[in-house]
């Protein structure tokens, strides 16, 4: 949809088709970019978990 900010002539049937014309042939490569965040995700869970273990503890 960036390309449909950057022309705003550009109607959205146009921005979806190019869209898919750069992404054809990348979409492994997203994907493993959107695995690498759910590590992110995980380690976030795991550290607030760790500090409500750890500081309940000393209350």
Do not use: C, D, Q
Not at 2 to 25: D, F, I, Q, V
Not at 33 to 38: C, D, E, G, T, W
Request: proline share 2%.
């Amino acid at each position: 949809m960036r390309r449909l900010s950057n022309n705003p002539k550009m109607g959205y049937k146009e921005a979806l088709e190019l869209s898919k014309k750069m992404t054809h042939g990348e979409k492994f490569n997203i994907f493993v970019l959107n695995l690498s965040f759910f590590g992110w995700f995980i380690l976030g869970v795991l550290t607030f978990v760790y500090r409500f273990i750890v500081f309940s503890s000393l209350l």
